[in-house]
């Protein structure tokens, strides 16, 4: 079994910084994959940003030049580190992760994962 458990959210005025983690740990082969995404009340869950094993990264507009999205693949942990906080930023923050873990008969299977979240308030 393979668990992802967020940390680092929290309430924070607007301009500000929090830095996000996410460890992943259990039956773990690799991580490919890693990302954050993020809900807001009665919206849909949004890509934040994503980095591949080898750290190919993708933003979403809205974060570009504000969030940066790193790795520990020896921690098999992910990072997002977040400036310039806005009230839209606002949302529960979920890590993601594509993970090789080992089965019986088969050998290797790749299983996507979340986190359990952590709140992000930007307010005044």
């Known amino acids: 079994q393979v668990q992802l458990v967020e940390s680092g959210g929290g309430l924070v005025q607007p301009g500000g910084s929090l830095r996000l983690s996410c460890a992943g740990s259990?039956?773990?082969?690799?991580?490919?994959?890693m990302g954050w995404y993020r809900q807001a009340p009665g919206k849909e869950r949004d890509l934040v940003a994503t980095?591949?094993?080898?750290?190919?990264?993708n933003y979403s507009d809205s974060v570009k030049g504000r969030f940066t999205i790193s790795r520990d693949n020896a921690k098999n942990t992910v990072y997002l580190q977040m400036n310039s906080l806005r009230p839209e930023d606002t949302a529960v923050y979920y890590c993601n992760a594509d993970v090789y873990v080992p089965t019986p008969g088969t050998g290797v299977r790749l299983i996507n994962y979340w986190g359990q979240g952590t709140q992000v308030t930007v307010s005044s």
């Open positions: 259990g039956s773990i082969l690799s991580i490919e994959t």
């Open positions: 980095i591949s094993r080898l750290s190919m990264i």
